[in-house]
């Protein structure tokens, strides 16, 4: 690749092509996450696969990011943020096209295994691309914008399935999944100047300077999100079905419409934090809103018309703590050394969160033979979320002891 001049890392003025174009190339890649979920019904149907083979389908993603989150971080500050991101939707791309051609489950497997270590590269280096090409003022803001990323291509991957699954197959939507990360590549490509990788030096010294109170309490507020929200969203399809008597052609399509609400909330918790509200207090009120609707969605007892209002409140709520999260980088971070290692860490807590929540709804859900279950394992998470969220706000931005009585706003 022919090498430019390396992006200032705080420019005067925001680049809003490049901001835009790393969004775009996130949701490309979350549009696998959707991409398999939607298609699951034809693989069981193609491939004869059962329920574990295919609980490991959806969540590899997921496992490579609880296992090597923090690695991917390391591999992405050594190698470059740009190449980081460009190797890793070249992976995306080839993973989906693999799958696309597989005529067995292990061949399906190894593809999905692809994309999950694509993702993982994209996941650690796209946030940093956005917050190096933003101005100062406005990092909040436009890291709301890339907290956008997963809900737009899950919306976009239920709307690939509303569309093609009958007239394509699932190959067809594997092939198109394909397509659209290598668009994304070519942008980024175009828009993006190369620069220089991070220096790497003192490895380990550098990764206990990261993992510092404040850093470490945002990275657990994210496992219990990760884990709460996946319960919710991952078993919302068949409580739709059983509860409420819609069927599933319709689930998908509340979902596209549930994952659309995410949008706006994203981009205003970035005007929020821009305008110095504290971060501990959009959490705080966000996991209370997600606390009490989830707890009223799977209450039998409460009429319908009031679960169906509360799961659109949940799913508002979700909004806010992805958008904190990701924009907290900026705050966080003492050195530009430090985004790709706190990405890193901040992806693997999701994935940490993403493995361990529905694997203990569902143990709940079959063991008390009820959705209620559920809602007490979805209940411990908001809880230990807003715990912790309270701890945060103890703490200074650097995460090295109790703020002063005049906390900062960050």
Same mark, same amino acid.
């Given at each position: 690749m022919t090498q430019t001049k390396t992006a200032p890392l705080d420019p005067a003025r925001t680049n809003w092509a490049a901001v835009l174009m790393a969004t775009f190339a996130g949701a490309t890649v979350a549009l696998q996450i959707g991409k398999a979920a939607a298609s699951l019904p034809l693989l069981r149907d193609e491939f004869g696969a059962d329920v574990t083979s295919l609980a490991l389908?959806?969540?590899?993603?997921?496992?490579?990011?609880?296992?090597a989150g923090m690695a991917f971080g390391l591999l992405t500050r050594r190698i470059g943020l740009r190449r980081a991101a460009l190797i890793g939707l070249g992976g995306v791309a080839a993973g989906s096209a693999t799958g696309a051609m597989a005529h067995d489950l292990p061949a399906l497997l190894g593809s999905r295994f692809i994309e999950a270590l694509g993702f993982a590269l994209c996941t650690t280096s796209l946030p940093v691309l956005v917050q190096r090409a933003t101005a100062p003022h406005e990092k909040s803001l436009t890291l709301g914008v890339w *907290? !956008?990323? =997963?809900?737009?291509?899950?919306?976009?991957? +239920?709307?690939?399935?509303?569309?093609?699954?009958?007239?394509?197959?699932?190959?067809? +939507?594997?092939?198109?999944?394909?397509? =659209?990360?290598?668009?994304?590549?070519?942008?980024?490509?175009?828009?993006?100047p190369a620069g220089q990788p991070i220096p790497a030096t003192q490895t380990s010294g550098q990764l206990r300077q990261v993992l510092?109170?404040?850093?470490?309490? !945002?990275?657990?507020?994210?496992?219990?999100f990760s884990a709460a929200n996946l319960i919710v969203v991952g078993f919302l399809p068949t409580l739709l079905? $059983?509860?409420?008597?819609?069927?599933?052609? $319709?689930?998908a399509v509340y979902l596209f419409f549930s994952m659309l609400l995410l949008l706006p909330l994203n981009v205003l918790t970035g005007r929020l934090m821009d305008a110095g509200c504290r971060l501990w207090v959009l959490l705080f009120g966000a996991f209370l809103i997600m606390g009490v609707a989830s707890f009223t969605l799977y209450a039998p007892v409460a009429?319908?018309?009031?679960?169906?209002?509360?799961?659109?409140?949940?799913?508002?709520? !979700?909004?806010?703590?992805? &958008?904190?999260?990701? &924009?907290?980088?900026?705050?966080?971070?003492?050195?530009?050394?430090e985004g790709p290692l706190l990405s890193g860490l901040f992806y693997?807590?999701?994935?940490?969160?993403?493995? &361990?929540?529905?694997? *203990? *709804?569902?143990?709940?859900?079959?063991?008390?033979?009820?959705?209620?279950?559920?809602?007490?394992?979805?209940?411990?998470?908001?809880?230990? *979320?807003?715990l912790l969220s309270l701890i945060m706000a103890r703490l200074k931005p650097s995460g090295d002891g109790p703020t002063s009585i005049r906390m900062s706003s960050r």
């Amino acid at each position: 690749m022919t090498q430019t001049k390396t992006a200032p890392l705080d420019p005067a003025r925001t680049n809003w092509a490049a901001v835009l174009m790393a969004t775009f190339a996130g949701a490309t890649v979350a549009l696998q996450i959707g991409k398999a979920a939607a298609s699951l019904p034809l693989l069981r149907d193609e491939f004869g696969a059962d329920v574990t083979s295919l609980a490991l389908f959806v969540s590899l993603v997921s496992i490579v990011a609880a296992v090597a989150g923090m690695a991917f971080g390391l591999l992405t500050r050594r190698i470059g943020l740009r190449r980081a991101a460009l190797i890793g939707l070249g992976g995306v791309a080839a993973g989906s096209a693999t799958g696309a051609m597989a005529h067995d489950l292990p061949a399906l497997l190894g593809s999905r295994f692809i994309e999950a270590l694509g993702f993982a590269l994209c996941t650690t280096s796209l946030p940093v691309l956005v917050q190096r090409a933003t101005a100062p003022h406005e990092k909040s803001l436009t890291l709301g914008v890339w *907290a !956008t990323w =997963l809900p737009v291509g899950i919306a976009i991957a +239920m709307a690939l399935a509303f569309f093609t699954l009958d007239s394509l197959g699932w190959r067809g +939507m594997f092939w198109l999944s394909a397509l =659209l990360p290598l668009m994304a590549l070519l942008g980024l490509f175009r828009i993006i100047p190369a620069g220089q990788p991070i220096p790497a030096t003192q490895t380990s010294g550098q990764l206990r300077q990261v993992l510092r109170p404040r850093v470490v309490v !945002t990275a657990a507020i994210f496992v219990m999100f990760s884990a709460a929200n996946l319960i919710v969203v991952g078993f919302l399809p068949t409580l739709l079905v $059983d509860d409420f008597g819609i069927s599933s052609r $319709d689930s998908a399509v509340y979902l596209f419409f549930s994952m659309l609400l995410l949008l706006p909330l994203n981009v205003l918790t970035g005007r929020l934090m821009d305008a110095g509200c504290r971060l501990w207090v959009l959490l705080f009120g966000a996991f209370l809103i997600m606390g009490v609707a989830s707890f009223t969605l799977y209450a039998p007892v409460a009429p319908p018309g009031l679960r169906l209002a509360c799961l659109f409140l949940f799913t508002l709520a !979700t909004g806010v703590p992805p &958008a904190v999260i990701w &924009a907290s980088t900026s705050v966080l971070a003492r050195s530009p050394q430090e985004g790709p290692l706190l990405s890193g860490l901040f992806y693997q807590g999701a994935g940490i969160g993403q493995v &361990a929540g529905p694997i *203990a *709804a569902g143990l709940a859900v079959e063991y008390f033979h009820g959705w209620a279950a559920a809602a007490w394992v979805t209940m411990g998470c908001i809880i230990t *979320a807003l715990l912790l969220s309270l701890i945060m706000a103890r703490l200074k931005p650097s995460g090295d002891g109790p703020t002063s009585i005049r906390m900062s706003s960050r």
